[in-house]
């Protein structure tokens, strides 16, 4: 861990060597920008209401009321922060019903292609009309509809309508997108700057330190020196693929890609597809016919070491997953308590101890990454190293010893 935050420092001090500016300088501009980020706090639009209306749907004859109050609101908006969109919405006017930000392509099949903005659906308050075909937004959901958009409703709760296959761009996809070009710009220009010399240059210098520790770090000490360079690639893609997600996720984008379980899953299951199909034959020896354990206690320990190679990524996903959700909740329920309380002590409490936390989430946002690479590199390790049976060993050696006694 020592090492993890001397290669953190040290990876802050190159940003501070490359950009060749002042340390206030660079203050100075962020004050200047906090204007423009505090314009996408949605929250602030959200509990500022001059006139509170209600809004009612009608579901079957069941009239449901959005609350009004202001901590219902706040729960409402985390939420919606936690779950993925088809728009980026950076704040809202309430009073005049309008949204600002810029909407994505739905993508849509059924029965055939369906292409359109996912501003027909007005963040769920219109109903989209395309071919003939009428669709509406419910919950982050795409359900069919008719022309009025009612919603079929189970004893749940749940729409019942029928949900066309979504491959929709939404924010988390367009976010994967950004992270993974810009991760291909960072990695070439590295490359090329080592033809220049030893030493890279640019932004390099900021991408070789953290190179260097998951190599020194990770890699070397779980999958050994002899096959560690052939996972070197998965294990530098998943942690800066990790890191600058993270990241995103403290921005005012909204975005929290990590923190949706669908993609810490998809992480943990390439890990578990890299783990078994590089696995050696000592690795399935030890699942499926333990080594040097009576019979009887081979047969029961198959199932416990089958299901131990699902609880593995198993626990990757959840981690990943639980930790960036908590940052997100923490953080954003200690800005809308501002909101709540309203007073000169509460204000300036709660916003210096989210300022404390914010900081404390960029750490996270490292430790989570760094915590996701090495349990991967871990398992990849665990599947690949050659066993050596002690047993064996130790027998083979008394034999030895008794051959040259006699």
Not at 60 to 70: I, M, T
């Amino acid at each position: 861990m020592q090492k993890f935050l001397t290669t953190v420092k040290r990876t802050f001090y190159n940003v501070m060597v490359i950009s060749k500016r002042p340390l206030h300088v660079l203050v100075a501009i962020a004050l200047a920008m906090l204007p423009f980020f505090s314009s996408a706090n949605t929250i602030s639009d959200s509990t500022h209401v001059a006139v509170e209306t209600t809004h009612e749907s009608h579901v079957e004859g069941h009239e449901a009321e959005e609350p009004l109050d202001k901590k219902s609101k706040i729960k409402a908006f985390i939420d919606h922060h936690l779950q993925d969109s088809h728009d980026f919405n950076f704040f809202s006017d309430e009073e005049k019903g309008l949204h600002y930000g810029f909407s994505l392509p739905v993508i849509l099949f059924d029965d055939g292609l369906k292409v359109f903005s996912s501003s027909k659906l007005h963040h769920g308050e219109a109903v989209a009309e395309v071919d003939g075909n009428y669709y509406k937004l419910h919950h982050g959901k795409i359900y069919k509809t008719n022309a009025s958009g009612e919603l079929n409703m189970d004893e749940h709760h749940h729409p019942t309508n029928d949900k066309p296959l979504d491959f929709s761009i939404t924010k988390n996809v367009v976010a994967m997108l950004i992270t993974a070009m810009l991760m291909f710009f960072l990695f070439v220009g590295l490359a090329k700057s080592y033809k220049k010399g030893p030493i890279p240059t640019g932004f390099g210098r900021v991408l070789e330190p953290l190179i260097i520790f998951i190599r020194d770090e990770v890699a070397l000490p779980n999958i050994g020196e002899k096959k560690y360079r052939k996972f070197m690639g998965y294990l530098l893609t998943v942690f800066f693929f990790i890191l600058i997600l993270n990241l995103f996720g403290l921005t005012p984008l909204g975005i929290n890609v990590t923190g949706n379980i669908a993609i810490t899953a998809c992480l943990a299951l390439f890990t578990y597809i890299v783990t078994q199909f590089s696995a050696n034959k000592d690795y399935w020896k030890h699942i499926f016919w333990m080594p040097d354990v009576p019979i009887l206690m081979k047969i029961a320990l198959i199932p416990i070491e089958i299901l131990g190679t699902l609880t593995k990524p198993f626990a990757l996903m959840i981690r990943l997953y639980a930790n960036i959700s908590a940052g997100h909740i923490v953080v954003m329920s200690l800005i809308g308590l501002i909101f709540i309380f309203k007073n000169w002590i509460a204000g300036p409490s709660f916003f210096g101890l989210t300022l404390f936390i914010s900081v404390i989430e960029i750490l996270v946002a490292f430790l989570q990454a760094f915590v996701f690479t090495m349990l991967s590199a871990l398992f990849i390790g665990m599947a690949v190293q050659d066993h050596h049976h002690d047993v064996e060993h130790s027998e083979d050696m008394l034999g030895e010893h008794d051959n040259a006694i006699v």
